[in-house]
């Protein structure tokens, strides 16, 4: 079995695979103060929860945009599998042709989904990723990374308002009833779910006019499933795109 680690700024996404068959997915919070045993034996309850011990571990990969927290989940996990951990960084095969001005400071995690995107889907391709930030990205033919566009995530501006404004509480990020709320809390939620969506459809719409034509549009992360049903542009979501990329590159690179 292949584990498969993506520690994000919010969760840390722990997958196990075989044979290109996701077995089971799990997510524990980040940490940035937590050391390599603590880590190695949250990750070892974790998969003991879905029976897999470190002897079911053939091999490893990891992805990380945390550096404070990628060398306590890599130790971690070296000391609970005896295995060296495959890293996803500078020197990695991953197939993409990456035009930005510093391909080194593009995001492990934004290079993994594009990777899995394009295994499924024909560029050129507009990918979307809706975790701790909104990010978005294009490839278009050849399979080449254009960039994109990172925008403050839906929590982070929400957690933004509420502490700004002494009168606005904490909400939860619920489906609203209608765009027009008749008390605080739904113009809350509608300004701040349907606000997202239409920004999503604006930069789609802006993105493609500057590339002169349309593209297959794909989106993940954590909040991806609660945004995407409200935009008016047609939208894929993939849930797992993620471990499916990881799985990938592993794949590319295993010796």
């Known amino acids: 079995m292949l584990l498969a680690i993506d520690i994000g700024n919010t969760n840390i996404v722990i997958g196990g695979l ?6 089971f997915e799990a997510r524990i919070a980040t940490d940035r103060i937590k050391t390599s045993d603590q880590y190695g034996a949250e990750i070892k309850n974790m998969l003991q929860l879905f029976e897999v011990s470190a002897n079911d571990v053939d091999d490893c990969i990891i992805s990380s945009v945390v550096p404070p ?12 599998t005896g295995k060296q951990p495959m890293v996803v960084g500078p020197g990695i095969k991953t197939g993409l042709n ?8 593009v995001g492990s995690d934004r290079i993994v989904i594009a990777v899995a995107a394009l295994a499924e889907y024909k560029p050129p391709l507009t990918l979307l990723d809706l975790g701790t930030a909104t990010t978005i990205e294009v ?18 501006s929400l957690e933004a308002l509420t502490n700004r404004a002494a009168q606005l509480p904490g909400i939860s ?18 300004g701040i779910m349907y606000g997202t969506a239409a920004m999503l459809d604006g930069v789609i719409e802006r993105v493609e006019e500057e590339l002169g034509h349309r593209t297959t549009v794909v989106a993940t992360g954590g909040l991806a499933q609660f945004i995407i049903p409200l935009c008016k542009r047609e939208i894929i979501y993939e849930r797992d ?11 590319k690179n295993k010796k």
């Open 18 to 23: 075989r044979d290109d068959e996701i077995l």
């Open 69 to 80: 927290v990628f060398n306590s989940v890599l130790t971690g996990v070296r000391k609970f």
């Open 98 to 105: 990456i035009q930005v001005d510093n391909p080194s400071q």
């Open 139 to 156: 490839v278009d033919q050849g399979s080449t990374y254009l960039g994109g566009c990172i925008i403050p995530g839906v929590r982070i």
């Open 173 to 190: 990020l619920d489906k609203p009833k209608q765009v027009i709320g008749k008390n605080t809390v739904d113009c809350m939620r509608g």
């Open 241 to 251: 795109l993620l471990l499916k990329g990881l799985n990938i590159i592993y794949k």
